[in-house]
């Protein structure tokens, strides 16, 4: 009886796209560079399959999650009531900036994409 394959944990580097996303979105801010350092370590370390489900989870599984979050933050950024930077716009422009990022998150909400991940975390445990 052979013994099985040993499986290669070495983690590989990020594929061109997701490499390039996080290069492009660099440089805008130290909030914005801090949350992309935060994902770039979750995208390159080692994972167990408990760590793997629980980022998944938290990242975009759960409701709330990380995903719906980042939609909530856009939704009060849009918001001149909660961003005092847009009370200087015109009436009109702070309507329509408030209105679409309001849909923004509401469509975020809406379509349940995290029953998507939900049941990927699901798999893992066979169920």
Known sequence: MTAPAPVDTAVPPLDDDLAAAFDELRGFGPD???LLDALHRIAVRPHTVGS???HLAVLAGNCP???DLIAMV???LG???SNPALQGLPASVQAGVRDLTADYAALAVENDTYTLI????AVI???
């Open 32 to 34: 914005v560079d801090q």
């Open 52 to 54: 793997t489900q629980t």
């Open 65 to 67: 999650n990380i995903s």
């Open 74 to 76: 856009v939704a009060r």
């Open 79 to 81: 918001d001149s009531r």
């Open 118 to 121: 939900s049941e990927a975390t």
């Open 125 to 127: 445990d066979g169920i």
